[in-house]
Nanobody
Framework: QVQLVESGGGVVQAGGSLRLSCAAS????????MAWFRQAPGKEREFVTA????????NYADSVKGRFAISSDNAKNTVYLQMNSLKPEDTAVYYC???????????????????WGQGTQVTVSS
């Protein structure tokens, strides 16, 4: 089993920045993929970005490309999401996800991920 705990959410003005963290514990040696998803009220959970646990491969949703950056620190078993130039439409609950299966590596589909955090709220005011 793997446990994921997100932190770093909050309220920020449009154009501002936040950094989210996702700390993994448990059988972290088995992990291959980490990802961030978000869900706004009344909307489906959507892919934001993913990274291989080794940190070698990343991919981003078009809506955040150039503004958000995902990174990993294996020594700390932590994945980060640096969010810059935030917009009101980025407001959502942000979830960290992880999986150990090779065929899920970098997946943009929420159902492909086995482990999930509890989420952290990000609110961007205009």
């Amino acid at each position: 089993q793997v446990q994921l705990v997100e932190s770093g959410g909050g309220v920020v003005q449009a154009g501002g920045s936040l950094r989210l963290s996702c700390a993994a514990s448990g059988r972290t040696f088995s992990l291959l993929s980490m990802a961030w998803f978000r869900q706004a009220p009344g909307k489906e959970r959507e892919f934001v970005t993913a990274i291989s646990w080794s940190g070698g491969t990343t991919n981003y949703a078009d809506s955040v490309k150039g503004r958000f950056a995902i990174s990993s620190d294996n020594a700390k078993n932590t994945v980060y999401l640096q969010m810059n130039s935030l917009k009101p439409e980025d407001t959502a609950v942000y979830y960290c996800a992880a999986d150990y299966r090779y065929d899920r590596l970098g997946s943009r589909q929420a159902l492909k991920y086995e482990y999930w955090g509890q989420g952290t709220q990000v609110t961007v005011s205009s």
